[in-house]
């Protein structure tokens, strides 16, 4: 295992201000929110166990439609029974996965990545996965699998072969106090991509938990920091290997990185 199964610290949330300004419709089958015309290049966020409707999740797609112009995806993975947000859920985890594990979740995750290649034809389609989610990204981006590139922060779930098999442009934004991702999890992880000479990013925030990407308690300055830093880092990071000239950056400004 590269990273450990989701346990209670999955469960502790901040909620986040703001107004999402996406909406909310059925793309491919799934109730998915979505924020964004369609672009050349296309995100599409696989959730925590809190899944799509959590405005946090869904504030952190306006941000990457804010500093990419990509139009980004977050898919319904549950059928409308994501877990609740509510510290009492802690007890009921073990329940929830043994009815929504990700063997459950990775066909429709795949069948929407699928049908929307298909149907949309974009030259760049990004994986974002946030705890239970990065286990669907990094099944999708070996060299078969439909994603072109991957961000993960704070996995759960990923076994070791998985991590043997990527493939494709691989950024990991870990949490320093995080029972899923555990130093020594964290150091086999970079072995093996290092073994397997993989393009690669590994980032480790100080003072930060399990969840600081999304449920991080913005109150405290270097949670905030490290959200911001994550997000910041996934944009470029889709920016770098997708295709140039293409990106809001391009269109702000008449030279920029991603033209080089």
Not at 66 to 93: C, H, M, W
Request: charged share 20%.
């Amino acid at each position: 295992m590269a990273s450990n199964p989701p346990g209670p610290c999955c469960c502790e949330i901040s909620f986040h201000t703001g107004t999402p300004v996406g909406s909310i419709s059925e793309v491919y089958g799934l109730n998915t929110y979505v924020i964004g015309k369609p672009s050349e290049t296309i995100i599409i966020i696989a959730t925590d166990i809190f899944g799509y409707q959590l405005k946090n999740t869904q504030l952190v797609a306006d941000a990457l439609h804010a500093k990419t112009g990509y139009q980004v995806y977050i898919p319904d993975l549950f059928n409308g029974e994501a877990l609740r947000p509510n510290p009492s859920n802690r007890e009921e985890i073990g329940a929830w996965l043994g009815k929504h594990s990700p063997e459950t979740t990775l066909p429709p995750f795949n069948k929407f990545v699928s049908e929307l290649k298909k149907d949309l034809t974009p030259k760049f389609v990004a994986g974002i996965g946030y705890c239970y989610g990065a286990k669907l990204v990094i099944s999708n981006i070996g060299e078969e699998g439909p994603l072109d590139i991957g961000c993960v922060a704070h996995p759960s779930f990923v076994d070791v072969a998985e991590i043997e098999k990527v493939k494709k442009p691989l950024l990991i934004s870990a949490a320093q106090d995080d029972p899923a991702l555990t130093v020594e999890l964290r150091h086999k992880t970079e072995e093996i991509l290092t073994k397997n000479k993989n393009i690669f990013q590994i980032d480790l925030f100080s003072n930060t938990r399990h969840g600081y990407a999304v449920k991080g308690d913005f109150s405290k300055p270097l949670v905030r920091y490290a959200a911001n830093k994550t997000l910041a880092d996934q944009a470029l990071w889709i920016q770098t290997f997708g295709p140039k000239g293409s990106c809001k950056q391009c269109s702000d400004c008449k030279e920029c990185s991603c033209k080089n």
